[in-house]
């Protein structure tokens, strides 16, 4: 018998019980393996709802609430686990049951992601637990990863694949050849996409999770407001065949990196100050945090991550490459890793102590227009004899250098595709406006950066 299964069990206050806060009841109803697994036992006292009047499986009716501040200030709540979601109460229940001292896990990405730092300096001020493992890729351990067991490392870059729903839809975009807009209507039949997919298919939710994970790896305050994003809605069926002509598969990426480390050639950005003659000051790291949809060499670790699954590939100093692959989302998975951070702060509580806190350091976020990458840009054009030399000389004026370059006839028409070679991302920006003002262009459809290719990377 352990320490904690002598002591008395720790009251739960659940907050929310739709897809993840039911699957937690049931797996809470398995109170003697808990017991057995973790010697710690839980005790559920509350759980909050919007709608009483429904029955829920497994919750005795006298312990369903909808007074949510109430449960959170009840005597018998020692850990509040949030599962509502969302901005509003979720926000004010949770400082409630930290000004009050009390731990909290939650699941809520957009909440972490929208108030992480002044939650994070509640909990700390209260020295109590704020753990939100699920918030991130569902059942995959990525928070405790990055937040205990890389803390020595110098993260350099973390690429993840953050986001099922989109996943799901860019990869039978690929198998079946099927449209974007088609593939979402089957997503949705399938449950795979809310009815309203803006928050997945236009990268809100990946951008959310990518200022937890770049706050986590690199220690610093980032919020879901100041990460660039572009979601996937404009992809088409072409592009992606084009990738895969090309050795690439197109995913939607969520990107944390240093990208100090990549300036040797100009010294001062370093410092922040981008004066490459000030050497000045202790150096501010200078890191990229952004979502949008890249071709990825076939190749890669993730390029192999299909359908609803998430993976997320670490690379450090001194650790090298990891990845991380599994389960981001589902009432059951998500409930799993909510349940690992319940037992973690019910132990913590009985201790008298915390998780470990991250400490909090500055960082320069570097602007999207500084970016560099490769990138695949399809225009079509009027076939017509010069109109390829005035293209060309669009990209050479604006300093983007052409790799590669492919022509398909379409009657009257001509489909160009470029490969770049690295070029800013501020200059192929006015080098697609140079070009959407050519009279010869008649649209620029695909444009995707090309990501995973170190060597070029700068
Ligand atoms: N679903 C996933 O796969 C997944 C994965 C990772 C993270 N998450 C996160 O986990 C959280 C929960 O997601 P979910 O899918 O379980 O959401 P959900 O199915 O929509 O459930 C939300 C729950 O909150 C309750 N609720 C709403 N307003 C409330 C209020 N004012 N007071 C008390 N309860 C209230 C609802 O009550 P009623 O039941 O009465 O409507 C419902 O039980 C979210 O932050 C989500 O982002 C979910």
Redesign the pocket.
Known sequence: MTRGSLERPVGVGL????????ALVQLLADDSGIEARSGMRLRLAGV?????A?QRQGVPPELLT?D?DALVASDDVEVVVE????LD??RRLVEAALRAGKPVV??????LGTHGASLASLADDAGVDLLYE??VA?AIPLVRVLRESLAGEQVRRVTGIVNGTTNFILTMMSDRKMDYADVLAEAQHLGLAERDPTADVEGHDAAAKAAIIASLAFRCDIGAPQVPREGISAIRPLDIAFAEQLGYVVKLLAVAERVDHLDRREPGRANGTGDPFDASGPPVPEVSVRVHPAMLPRSHPLAAVRGAFNAVFVEGESCGEMMLYGR????K??ASAVLGDLLDAAHHLRAGTSATLVPRASVRLRPAADLRCAWYIAIDVADRPGVLAAVATVFGDHGVSIRSMEQVGLGDEARLIFVTHVAREGDVRTTLEALGSLDVVENIGGVLRVAGDDEEAS
């Open positions: 907050l929310g019980c739709g897809n993840v806060g039911a909050a709802v919007a709608d009483t429904r909808g949510a599962l509502i979601g969302g109460p979720a939650t699941a809520n990405k957009e909440l699920a918030a569902g981001g989302a589902g009432g998975p998500t």
